[in-house]
């Protein structure tokens, strides 16, 4: 375990051309304070946890000082905002302050988000404000206690900073941290320019660093492009069997390592409805969760485009297609798991989605539902009464459930097995909207930060049960107000 100063930087990205970023160095704000350290990610990077004690900790973290080797820099990318190009984005508000190599010899971007200006600033101040920050912290550790790939969270500093939204907040900066941030705007934007050398600088790069059985092969780049593709399906599959919206799915937010990154209007979906929209500024519901598998497609597709002079034609076409077999088959998959199944029968996709069908008719809580569906008995006669009650419409709830109990017969499923089995992929806990606002509440307007700790905690393991948690795991109360959430905050 290191101290801050002990880390070891390899900052490959800023070895490559000059006009791949802007060195920039974070701008600090007063009087910097630690909100939340997060020792799991600290562990990644060979970081002694006691050093979230010491007093400069938040100094290192929001740009009062820097950490020996860092080589701070915003990255340049563009990429296609809502279906449309727009020739350049690049970390407005974020800063790559270096890659540190661990023990193992993995590497791991270190990113501040909320660093203040850069060149790609556009007409946005740099800053992030506290609120969004504790969104995207816990939820990076929330789909990563979900099994789901994703950037990870390290820490939260805030400090005498007030940004203004629609009204002053509080700012703060997140340290994030993956092996790669680059998107799949990082190539549109060399694709756009016409710069094809640089387009295979970017390729080879990623390669190198991260796809490396791929260093020798013969066609790297259309190898490359298609384990992406499979990646970015898988992904979205799990998303999509989590109950999951990311959201702002434009391509400046698609990680060439298949990560979720970028949080932002994310929603876990509570009453199931596919046109769920969590994105409050997303007015024709492009990014509607039942969207999200076509929206990796056209991804894809866009990402394909980008590396077409690199690739064959056949290769650039058949990528979407690959695509969509991982998704599908990885999305099959999971939902089988869900329902306990182990082996796959003709039939199966049908019984989800008459399953889906039924509790959207009936907006049943996505998460409660699959996570009751543990206690289901084959060898009772009592039809499940914490099952049936979830439902409006019990007589087709009863028949659906006739079919499921002649589909575990046929697997010869054994029910204490299955539970067991069942309770490691349907999570108790989930990042519900109105969780994530109690503590977002209580650290703006008190100062008190125990609530994201707690919540850290909860949803690093969600899969256990934890005595005296119940309402960490309830569909928010009744009445409870909407909350609003949108784009860049
Ligand atoms: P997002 O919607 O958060 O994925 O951001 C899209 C683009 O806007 C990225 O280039 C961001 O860096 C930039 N951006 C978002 N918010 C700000 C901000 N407050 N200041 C500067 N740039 C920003
Ligand atoms: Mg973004």
Redesign the pocket.
Known sequence: MRALEDLTFDNSYSRLPEVFYQRVNPMPFPNPHLVSFNPAAAELIDLNPGEALRTEFADFFSGARLLTGSEPLAML?S?H?FGHYVPQ??????ILLGEVRNQKGEKWDLHLK?AG??R?????????VLRSTIREYLCGEALHGLGIPTTRSLCIITGEEI?LRELPEPGAMLVRMAPSHVRFGNFEVFFYRRQHDNLKILADHVIQHHYPHLIKAKNRYARLLHEVAVRTGELIAQWQAAGWAHG?M?T??MSILGLTL?Y?PYGFMEEFDPSFICNHSDHHGRYSFQNQPDIGYWNIRALGQALSPLIEKDDVVKAPEIYEKAMIERYSELMRGKLGLVESHAGDDKLVTDLLNLMHSSRVDYTSFFRSLNEFQVNSDEPSSALRDQFIHREALDDWVARYWERLLAEKSQDEERKARMNRVNPKYVLRNHLAQKAISQATQHQDYSEIDRLLNLLSDPFIERSGMDEYAAPPPPGSAQIIVS???
């Open positions: 990318y990429g905002q984005l690049g970390d407005g508000r974020a909320g200006l850069t790609y600033s556009r007409d946005g101040d740099g800053r992030a940004v702002v434009n400046d937010n970028d932002g784009c860049s905050s």
